[in-house]
């Protein structure tokens, strides 16, 4: 007993030295479980260590890097939120709660037929935000007379109230602030619960292929796009029957909660294809996973492609203009629609692109570089509230 007591005590002592190690001479770039940048090992000084930011600093560094981290922490948040999902069901079920209620559930709500859903965001609790970001945007549309800009709120579950069927008011907000002409201003609107439903995931944050193919539909006419619009090749195609995507993954419930992935085949013209300043084979792997030859489980970022610094597309053509697309997540499934109907659509995500290209984005200089002279803002309502998507300043 007492030699497994010493192993015991030899196995842990192991793990948190490679994990010191890795910390100090490998640190792990970023963390896949939770999408973001993982924790660094801070620089020593002698007020950090006195105020306690040292401390916290070194401890968020060793959760992240520390061997197996993000595995057990997802072991433990599937097993933990499959037993909630199983109580509340059970409760649910007990007091006569229908799908026409919100049921709270780890910080997010349960709503209908099993669908996470954020809480409505009304217009005073972003207020402040939405003035200073407006006021941002105007004094950018001011410095560039030259450009023609265009703003496109996407509504979602925080727009709506499902059990009243109030709107927030966001959109109204945003665009009643902006100084812009009506006619370069949209909003993909969310009227009721079954229209959200029709357009968006259960389990992930984003809009779904029918969501964002009528998306993309509403942008070709915002952005004055002519052209015939690209329709699918056929009906869509059923990819997963276990999809679990971010939603779940917030509320430790990735494998608990899980729906049908679908996908629309298009017939895209030809496009070169730059990720972060590198040649890629594709943006996405939409062909692989209707061909059935994807290796990775579905994705919303594996599919239609992730968050990247800057994404560029190319279709070669010549005379139908450059694009610039500043957004967030919800562009991902659009960009290559998009880009269809230009010789090159350049997508910039803010919160990546002094990270990934290694120097920070200056407007003028790019849309002058790239001869750009259409710029389109796209977003849901965190994306007009961070000032981490700030053009400027």
Known sequence: MKKIHILFVCGVMAVLVAGLARTLLFPEEINT????????????????????SFQDGVDAALMDQIPLAQTMKSLYNRVTA????ETLDWAGDLAGISGDQYVDFNGLRLFGDGYLTYWPRYVGSVQAELEAKCQSLNGTFARHPDLEFYAYYIEKDTDLDFETGEKTGLSRYLLEHLDLPQARMGVYTI???QEFASNFYKTDAHWNHQGSYRGYCQLAQLLGIREALLTPTGEAVKLSSKFSGKKASTVGGEGVFTEDFYGYPY??????????GAPAEDYGNQAAYLAGEAEEPVSYGGYYGGDNGETVLSTGAQGRGNLLVVGESFDNAVLKLLASHYDTLYSVDLRYYAHTMGEPFDLSAYVQEHQITKVLLMGNIDFYIQDAFNLEG
């Open 33 to 52: 479980y939770e999408n973001r940048y993982a924790g660094q090992m801070p620089a020593f000084s002698a007020e950090s260590c006195l105020d306690g």
């Open 82 to 85: 499959g037993f909630q999902k």
């Open 191 to 193: 009227d009721s619960f």
């Open 267 to 276: 017939a895209f013209p030809p496009m070169t294809v730059t990720i972060d």
